[in-house]
């Protein structure tokens, strides 16, 4: 290799590294409640230690004037600090304070909704009449997973009956990183019982499945990869299978939440039929199982 030429080796370890701090960026967006900017000042600071905000400006090209304000911003969240020195200097908080403060933030949010909800809740029940007894079948459109999984979180926890989940193994994984498999033992807890049907290829990956810890599981073929969920006689949830890819924007899944009884019993008696024809996961032969499969 010559003097003052990067070799490839080198480039591609630049490109990965900048590869994983993108991905680490975009994780604290979502975790800290930070836009794109925010999140990069922030790592910065945690990599080049304490700098001052006109050369953070410099080295990562931004206005400093915006950075200023960034600055400022985070400095009131207390995500970063600064000395009394001159010039100041820019100090990341520790990663586990800056969680902390953000889980303090959102405890603050949950309990003033909570006390606020319930006396609005109390005020519209005795100064407003209200009629929703209505039995017009009705249709939502759900935009993003988080939201989605809080749906079906709402379904699983008030349901006392049987729920079918069917859909992808990579859908399962990430729900068990949401709510949802403790809804699950609240469900069991009031008498329902959830039942999962999954498609899965791959016998190593059964680990997986089963710790979502649903009431039962079944593998078996999916008419679609999509994500069905249908509450007996209650509500459907049901969400295109473009929506199951792994690498898919969480912004762009979408799902159709609807009551209306025609399409909950049919969808309810797919499932019904659907979980016949498959194979208890606690019982079977996975790897000779997904042989015959292919």
């Not at 905000?53 to 950075?67: H, N, P, Q, V, W």
């Not at 902390?100 to 959102?106: F, H, N, T, V, Y």
């Not at 309810?268 to 015959?292: E, G, Q």
């Amino acid at each position: 290799m010559q003097i003052g030429k990067v070799s490839l080796g080198e480039k591609n370890r630049m490109i990965s590294y900048q590869e994983q701090v993108s991905g680490i960026a975009s994780e604290l967006e979502d975790i800290l409640d930070l836009d794109d900017l925010e999140a990069k000042v922030y790592l910065n600071l945690l990599r080049a230690g304490p700098i001052t905000a006109s050369a953070l400006a410099k080295e990562l090209d931004i206005d400093r004037a915006r950075m200023y304000r960034t600055v400022d911003k985070l400095v009131s969240r207390n995500i970063i600090s600064t000395t009394l020195s001159s010039p100041k200097l820019c100090i990341a908080a520790d990663p586990h304070d800056a969680l902390k403060i953000a889980l303090g933030k959102k405890e603050d949010e949950v309990n003033k909704i909570k006390k606020s909800g319930e006396a609005i809740i109390d005020k519209i029940n005795n100064e407003i009449s209200t009629n929703q007894n209505s039995t017009v079948p009705t249709f939502r459109v759900v935009q993003g997973r988080q939201n989605i999984y809080a749906d079906i979180s709402h379904v699983i926890e008030n349901s006392t009956g049987i729920i079918y989940i069917a859909t992808t193994l990579d859908d399962v994984s990430r729900m068990y990183h949401s709510t949802i498999p403790e809804k699950i033992t609240l469900c069991e807890k009031n008498g329902g019982k959830v039942r999962l049907l999954v498609d899965m290829d791959d016998p190593k990956l059964a680990p997986f499945v089963k710790r979502f810890n649903a009431t039962e599981t079944r593998i078996g073929k999916l008419p679609s990869k999509g994500r069905i969920i249908v509450q007996q006689e209650k509500k459907m949830i049901m969400s295109d299978s473009a929506a199951s890819f792994q690498n898919s924007n969480s912004d762009s899944d979408f799902s159709l939440c609807t009551n209306s009884s025609e399409m909950v019993d049919n969808i309810f008696t797919l499932c019904t039929f659907l979980w016949d024809t498959s194979k208890p996961l606690k019982t079977l032969d996975v790897k000779n199982f997904v042989k015959k499969m292919k």
